[in-house]
C-alpha cells in the first residue's frame, strides 16, 4: 500500500527531494573552484546526469495534475539525455580522451 501525500505517494516526493539536494551538492562542487580542465569536464558530466535525473522526477510528479501526455514524454526525454550523458561519460573514459 503507497502512502498518500495529497495526489502523489510519499515515495515519489521522497525521491524529488533526494534529486533536488543532489543536483544542488553536485553543483555547489562544479563551481568550488575547479581549476583543472578535466575535473571541470566530469564534473559538468555529473552536473548534467543530476540536472536531467531531477527533471525526469519533477515531470513524474506533474503529469499527476494535467497535461499527462506531455508531461510523460518530458520524462522519459529527460531519462534518455541522463542515460546519454552516461554513455558519453564511458566512452571519454575508456578512449581516454577526457578532455576532447
Do not use: C, Q
Not at 51 to 66: Q, V
Not at 74 to 95: N, Q
Amino acid at each position: 500500500m503507497a502512502y498518500m501525500i495529497g495526489p502523489f505517494e510519499a515515495i515519489e516526493l521522497v525521491s524529488l527531494v533526494f534529486s533536488i539536494i543532489a543536483f544542488i551538492f553536485v553543483y555547489k562542487a562544479y563551481r568550488g573552484g575547479i581549476s583543472d580542465i578535466v575535473s571541470k569536464k566530469f564534473w559538468m558530466y555529473f552536473l548534467l546526469i543530476a540536472l536531467f535525473s531531477m527533471l525526469s522526477r519533477l515531470f513524474g510528479n506533474i503529469e499527476e495534475f494535467a497535461f499527462m501526455p506531455y508531461f510523460n514524454l518530458l520524462e522519459h526525454l529527460s531519462r534518455i539525455a541522463t542515460a546519454v550523458v552516461f554513455v558519453l561519460v564511458g566512452r571519454h573514459t575508456l578512449k581516454g580522451d577526457i578532455i576532447g
